[in-house]
């Protein structure tokens, strides 16, 4: 598992190496408006992205060869997305939490409380999507990627137009502790390991 975890941030870091310095530079644009993007673009870039370069170059083939189990080939995606996800959260409560200290912009009320419910997103898009692309492909799961992506995207366009529904929001998940909705994503991308290997046994033995 772990050399296949390697391989995936040496993919990454090669790769999709503009994408993640994008990632990196919503994480630290002061005021933190485009730090929920940050978080899709960790769980698009560390798992998903990561399979389109798997299926083009054949990876699944010779995969197959090696002493791998169809589960550890699964499982690494969803590894991959996690630890993205988590770098990203880290990433950004660090950078914002610095400018807020230095003074160069100021933190809205309940932004940590915020960044859990994004990564807790992030966490149920690992889970909707990874299912659909192990089962169909990169090239066709991708629509529900995009689905998904662009759901997020409008709704936290809506919360920038509107503070006072987003306020609202965290208001209303705040009345369970906050950290947890990471964790429960976490809980609901771990349940849907199975179904990912189901259909990825059914697609690649066809």
Same mark, same amino acid.
């Given at each position: 598992?772990k050399?296949?975890?390697?391989?995936?941030?040496? *993919?990454?870091?090669?790769? $999709?190496?503009? *994408?993640f &310095? +994008?990632?990196? @530079?919503?994480?630290? @644009?002061p005021?933190?408006?485009?730090?929920?993007?940050?978080?899709?673009?960790?769980m698009?870039?560390?798992?998903?992205?990561?399979?389109?370069?798997d299926?083009?170059?054949?990876?699944?083939?010779?995969a *197959?060869? =090696?002493?791998?189990?169809?589960?550890? =080939?699964?499982?690494v995606?969803y590894?991959?997305?996690? &630890?993205? @996800? %988590?770098?990203?959260?880290?990433?950004?409560?660090? #950078?914002?939490? #610095?400018?807020?200290?230095t003074?160069?912009?100021e #933190?809205q009320?309940?932004? $940590?409380? %915020?960044?859990? +419910?994004y990564?807790?997103?992030?966490?149920?898009?690992?889970?909707?999507?990874l299912?659909?692309?192990?089962?169909?492909?990169?090239?066709?799961?991708?629509?529900?990627?995009?689905?998904?992506?662009?759901?997020?995207g409008?709704?936290?366009?809506?919360s920038m137009?509107n503070?006072?529904?987003?306020?609202?929001f965290?208001?209303?998940?705040?009345? +369970?502790p906050?950290?947890?909705?990471?964790?429960?994503?976490?809980?609901?991308?771990?349940a849907t @390991?199975?179904?990912?290997?189901?259909?990825?046994?059914?697609?690649?033995?066809?």
């Open positions: 598992m050399a296949l975890i390697r391989k995936d941030i040496y *993919l990454m870091l090669t790769q $999709f190496r503009s *994408l &310095l +994008v990632m990196v @530079i919503f994480s630290a @644009i005021g933190g408006l485009f730090v929920p993007f940050s978080f899709l673009y960790a698009m870039l560390t798992s998903v992205s990561l399979m389109s370069v299926e083009q170059s054949q990876w699944e083939a010779l *197959l060869m =090696l002493p791998y189990s169809r589960r550890q =080939l699964v499982t995606k590894v991959m997305g996690w &630890l993205g @996800i %988590a770098a990203t959260l880290v990433i950004s409560a660090a #950078l914002q939490g #610095l400018w807020a200290v003074g160069v912009s #933190l009320e309940g932004f $940590f409380e %915020a960044m859990c +419910v990564a807790a997103i992030a966490g149920v898009g690992l889970a909707l999507v299912p659909v692309n192990f089962r169909f492909g990169y090239a066709k799961g991708r629509i529900m990627t995009i689905l998904f992506a662009g759901i997020i409008g709704a936290v366009g809506v137009n503070e006072e529904a987003a306020l609202t965290l208001s209303a998940v705040s009345r +369970v906050v950290p947890v909705y990471p964790l429960l994503a976490a809980a609901l991308c771990a @390991i199975p179904l990912s290997v189901a259909g990825y046994k059914k697609r690649v033995e066809k």
